[in-house]
């Protein structure tokens, strides 16, 4: 039962009900917090939490514990399932720590390399303020896991994430690198080989939802790109209204995104491929936004241009707003 006193002593049962966005109001008491209930339906605040002792009482429907109790009523679950559901939370706070440090220093690394800031602006990207928006870093290579290692991340952890290969070398090697971020917190990598590598790389884990959606989110008409350099040039060109799945297939969940508030336009602009597979792409995506009730146009670029190549090779935001009006709605 050690285990179990530290893991008690790892998540404070405030913190824990606050990430669930419980919110309350210190009582004249100073370690102690009054809130609503979120085990009944509460509609004056009858849940306490005493933050020094961890433990919680509600007047209301008189449950009362420690953490593991909360999770047992709030999540219905057994003893057993509660100590493992709050294990799999610390162990996924830990990656995301973990996922923050590397993206931090691959940031560091950006312009520590000429030849990272070099393909930056042979792929039309230049202003500082887009860059720094989007936390774009580069992964040299050879260096992560030493600098983990130094802050007391363990090898496994490290392996596990699949920031380094069984091998124990880095898993981005000469790549610029992209954070995903869902609600704020990082949940995936993406790589983009400056070199001969395979181009595209993720860590083995949840590419998230809707690239940057917090940001995004916000816009009635959006528009859909494949790729981060689209999305990137794009942003560098005002068109902050753009979002990306990283390729061309959304997952259920993106879905929801983009259908949630109802009544959003939504562009896709991918890329005109000689074989016509991106065409083919965005009219089976056209059709499943159709079918969700989003409203959705598909544009058409010069043949061969894909948005980055687009804006690389002349066109101004009047050309690509000019391809936008054009688009006709499926
Ligand atoms: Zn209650």
């Not at 952890?157 to 290969?165: A, V």
């Not at 940001?215 to 040039?233: C, K, M, P, W, Y």
Request: proline letters at 5%.
């Amino acid at each position: 039962m050690q285990d179990l006193e530290q893991l008690k002593q790892r998540i404070s049962l405030l913190h824990y009900l606050q990430q669930r966005h419980w919110t309350a109001r210190p009582t004249a008491r100073g370690e102690e917090f009054v809130g609503l209930c979120p085990l009944h339906r509460d509609s004056r605040p009858s849940f306490y939490v005493n933050a020094r002792k961890n433990l919680f009482y509600c007047h209301g429907c008189g449950q009362g514990g420690d953490l593991i109790r909360l999770v047992e009523l709030s999540e219905q679950l057994s003893f057993r399932q509660s100590l493992a559901f709050l294990q799999r939370q610390l162990a996924s706070a830990d990656q995301t720590a973990m996922l923050e440090a590397t993206a931090a220093f691959f940031q560091f690394q950006l312009h520590r390399h000429p030849e990272a800031i070099h393909y930056l602006h042979q792929r039309g990207l230049h202003d500082p303020a887009v860059i720094e928006e989007l936390s774009i870093g580069y992964a040299p290579g050879g260096n992560l896991r030493h600098h983990l290692t130094s802050q007391g991340y363990l090898f496994d952890e490290l392996l596990h994430t699949g920031l380094i290969n069984p091998r124990g070398s880095d898993a981005f090697c000469r790549r610029v690198i992209f954070p995903c971020r869902e609600h704020g917190r990082i949940v995936n990598l993406y790589g983009r080989s400056i070199g001969a590598a395979f181009p595209h790389r993720l860590l083995p884990r949840s590419k998230g939802g809707l690239f940057a959606w917090e940001i995004v989110s916000r816009f009635s008409t959006i528009l859909l790109v494949e790729g981060l350099f689209d999305l990137a040039v794009l942003w560098q060109s005002g068109f902050r209204n753009t979002t990306c799945a990283i390729g061309a297939h959304l997952t259920p969940a993106q879905l929801d995104q983009l259908s949630d508030p109802p009544g959003r336009s939504v562009y896709v602009v991918f890329d005109q491929d000689e074989n016509q597979a991106g065409q083919r792409a965005s009219h089976s995506l056209a059709q499943r936004l159709a079918s969700a009730g989003i409203s959705a146009h598909i544009v058409q670029l010069p043949a061969g241009q894909d948005p980055n190549s687009y804006f690389l090779a002349g066109a101004t935001a009047a050309d690509f707003t000019h391809c936008l009006r054009q688009a006709r709605p499926q």
